[in-house]
């Protein structure tokens, strides 16, 4: 029923920068929160970021806080994660995931109802 196509993942080296982006397929976007997750090879999916439904509050785990950004644009029924000064150990696929909510979006894996396929980031050292 709805559907989530993220991009933007490649390869990079360590301080360098990426731009993730997140397409869904809903008419009622506006009132959907969205999260951004990574998974690393041999670990659980971990929360990175989150943001509500206006844009207006956003979330961010500890260890990207300063470095990555999380925003929207609901015209266009994207949301972005710009990564900055990235380091290998942001090595991972990172996945976009989406669920219905007026209120303060999740940082579980569980508090959301929605997933796309993933886009692989790679940091070299």
């Known amino acids: 029923q709805v559907q989530l196509v993220e991009s933007g993942g490649d390869m990079v080296q360590a301080g360098g920068s990426l731009r993730l982006s997140c397409a869904t397929s809903?008419?009622?976007?506006?009132?959907?929160?969205v999260g951004w997750f990574r998974q690393a090879p041999g670990k659980e999916r971990e929360f990175v970021a989150a943001i509500n439904w206006s844009g207006v509050n956003r979330y961010y785990a500890n260890s990207v806080k300063g470095r990555f950004t999380i925003s929207r644009d609901n015209a266009k029924n994207t949301v972005y994660l710009q990564m900055n000064s990235l380091k290998p150990e942001d090595t991972a696929v990172y996945y976009c995931a989406a669920t219905s909510t007026l209120s303060k979006p999740a940082a579980t894996v569980s508090g959301y109802d929605y997933w796309g396929q993933g886009t692989q980031v790679t940091v070299s050292s």
């Open positions: 809903g008419r009622t976007f506006s009132s959907y929160a």
